[in-house]
């Protein structure tokens, strides 16, 4: 069964800081990954999506990172914005399946 | 982009009763969607896999006469909770893929559904 894990559970920086959050998965048979954006009470909003074939993904402020052999990938989000603070979520594709880790929840402080 | 419509975004029922969510693909269509439960600061579990003119598949411990789900269109899938009880109460969110799992998942707004 696949697990993923998300370190830290929560954080919280001054805007302007970068934002390096981790995800881990046991299982690197995986078909992609994905990172959602999570506000409080709401749906998921996909921010990246990264192939197995890839390395690393980018959108505006956003890269992710894949290195599948390790079962690892991370979430860097530069020059922090308070419109920032949500929880993120890694996702892994594998077994006809999405499997979540629990989550980043960040906290930008103004 | 593709949008998944859930609806409703909030219910609240009483103990007994049954409440239906729905979860529409507006632009695309969808043979497959999926349900999902969350809980306070937890993962999204998965519960069931929702095909369009077959029957459902369910994870293992969800109860399918609770969880009923029906997929009678290419862009329309339902979640009926049966005989809700209070710790049936969560958060209940879809997705669905424009065109399968190389091209990732978009996720309906979710319902938080209370029973009380």
């Known amino acids: 069964k696949q697990e993923v894990t998300q370190i830290p559970a929560a954080l919280s920086v001054p805007e302007g800081e970068n934002l390096v959050l981790n995800c881990s998965f046991t299982?690197?048979?995986?078909?992609?990954l994905q990172w959602f954006r999570q506000d409080p009470g709401k749906g998921l909003t996909s921010l990246l999506l990264?192939?197995?074939?890839?390395r690393e993904q980018t959108s505006g402020r956003l890269n992710a990172s894949l290195d599948k052999s390790s079962g690892r990938s991370t979430l860097y989000i530069a020059a922090s914005q308070p419109g920032d603070s949500a929880t993120y979520l890694c996702a892994v594709w594998g077994n006809n399946r999405l499997a979540f880790g629990k989550g980043n929840q960040v906290v930008v402080i103004p | 982009g593709a949008v998944v419509s859930q609806h409703p975004s909030w219910v609240i029922c009483k103990s007994g009763t049954s409440v239906k969510i729905e979860c529409r693909s507006l632009d695309f269509q969808a043979t497959t969607m999926f349900w999902y439960r969350q809980f306070p600061k937890q993962s999204l579990m998965l519960m069931a896999t929702s095909n369009e003119g077959s029957k459902a598949t369910y994870e293992q411990g969800v109860e399918k006469d609770k969880f009923l789900i029906n997929h009678a269109s290419l862009t329309l899938s339902t979640l009926t909770v049966t005989s809700a009880h209070p710790e049936d109460s969560s958060f209940y969110i879809c997705s669905a893929s424009v065109a399968g799992e190389a091209y990732g998942y978009t996720f309906g707004s979710g319902t938080r559904l209370t029973v009380v």
């Open positions: 299982d690197s048979a995986i078909y992609n």
């Open positions: 990264i192939q197995s074939s890839q």
